[in-house]
Nanobody, 124 residues
Framework: QVQLVESGGGSVQPGDSLRLSCAPS????????MAWFRQSPGLEREFVAG????????LYGNPAKGRFTISRDSAKNTLYLQMNNLKPEDTGVYYC?????????????????WGQGTQVTVSS
């Protein structure tokens, strides 16, 4: 069974940066679109950013605009999320997800494969 494995989370201070990584285990070529979601305490899972694997075309959700960058390394089969100028409201579990169709969907239910998540905590 294909799984996604996230890494790179941690506890940082406001204004710091983190880079999250996501790679599939079990096989290469996980899907046509990969995305990052996050779930903060007491809130629903929300779309952060998504990317079409082949073309590199991307879409950002409101949490990411101006501060986060999604990218992928096809040679390493790895998805990244560079997060700069982190704020306390960015605290949450960040999930990597994949889907086969080409639409960069923003609803979690559109994605068939998920990772376990990596915790990001931003606090002074």
């Amino acid at each position: 069974q294909v799984q996604l494995v996230e890494s790179g989370g941690g506890s940082v201070q406001p204004g710091d940066s983190l880079r999250l990584s996501c790679a599939p285990s079990g096989r290469t070529g996980i899907g046509n679109v990969m995305a990052w979601f996050r779930q903060s305490p007491g809130l629903e899972r929300e779309f952060v950013a998504g990317i079409r694997w082949e073309s590199g075309r991307f879409l950002y959700g409101n949490p990411a605009k101006g501060r986060f960058t999604i990218s992928r390394d096809s040679a390493k089969n790895t998805l990244y999320l560079q997060m700069n100028n982190l704020k306390p409201e960015d605290t949450g579990v960040y999930y990597c997800a994949a889907k086969d169709t080409l639409l960069i969907a923003t609803r979690p239910r559109e994605y068939a494969v998920w990772g376990q998540g990596t915790q990001v905590t931003v606090s002074s």
